[in-house]
């Protein structure tokens, strides 16, 4: 790729609280997506919540600005749902996104989440396997373990319980990809996830944002980790978003 511009990744239009983690010479790089703001906007009304204030094209899954006259562009390598936060990758080369997004698809990243869940798991680490069925209706996709067919598997790890067995920590790292895996396979298992309002307890989400004052999805991609080859060589690439403090506020 060209060499970017004089202060491209200072200067980027980042939504409101996002924050830079990090980025590599070959143009990939890491933001912090915060819970509630936008992987990229559905329509022009959606900027001001969206990862960038830019317009964002979906048939290239690329956002553009211009600047001086130039026009400026960032590759969204994978998504979020807005409920979640933590590690986003992007790319300002198009051939390196095509090439990081083949990693995604060909399961060769490493995604590590973290999520405080109502209950406690009875093993203190376990591998979820499951058979979902992935619909999408309205443009709002839904996933079910009835009647499913698409296989998904996960690593739970227990980080901490709370004394009172109320609010359990979990580090959960997917081996398969599908929509709403880790929500809906913590559901299964009467875990559901602090604040999901569609996969979850609804009456103890009540209960619990009416105590604590926190309404957002505890869910958190805390990170992304692999390796690739670009330029005839073998690059490590490693991002982490710290724990928000809203996390360490309620298991206290």
């Not at 390598?77 to 933590?86: A, V």
């Not at 997917?174 to 309002?197: E, F, W, Y």
């Amino acid at each position: 790729m060209s060499a970017l511009p004089s202060g491209f990744w200072e200067t980027l239009p980042l939504g409101r609280d996002v924050r830079l983690l990090t980025h590599d010479t070959n143009g990939l790089a890491a933001l912090a997506k915060p819970a509630g703001t936008l992987s990229h906007p559905n329509e022009s009304r959606d900027r001001s919540r969206a990862l960038l204030t830019a317009h964002y094209d979906n048939e290239t899954e690329c956002f553009q600005w211009p600047v001086d006259g130039a026009l400026r562009r960032l590759w969204l390598l994978n998504r979020l749902d807005s409920g979640t936060s933590g590690v986003i990758l992007v790319a300002a080369d198009a051939a390196l996104a095509a090439a990081i997004r083949a990693h995604f698809r060909d399961k060769r990243v490493h995604k590590i989440y973290q999520a405080i869940v109502f209950g406690r798991p009875r093993m203190p680490v376990e591998t979820w396997r499951d058979l979902l069925a992935v619909s999408k209706k309205g443009g709002r996709i839904r996933t079910a373990t009835k009647a499913g067919n698409i296989p998904a598997e996960s690593r739970m790890q227990v980080v901490h319980a709370r004394p009172d067995g109320g609010l359990t920590l979990l580090q959960l790292e997917p081996r398969t990809g599908r929509s709403h895996q880790l929500r809906v396979q913590c559901a299964k298992r009467n875990l559901p996830i602090v604040g999901d309002q569609t996969y979850g307890d609804f009456k103890r989400n009540r209960t619990f944002a009416k105590e604590s004052r926190e309404k957002r999805l505890f869910l958190h991609s805390l990170e992304t980790r692999f390796d690739y080859e670009w330029g005839g060589r073998t690059h490590s690439f490693t991002a982490r978003a710290p724990l928000p403090e809203a996390f360490e506020r309620i298991l206290r």
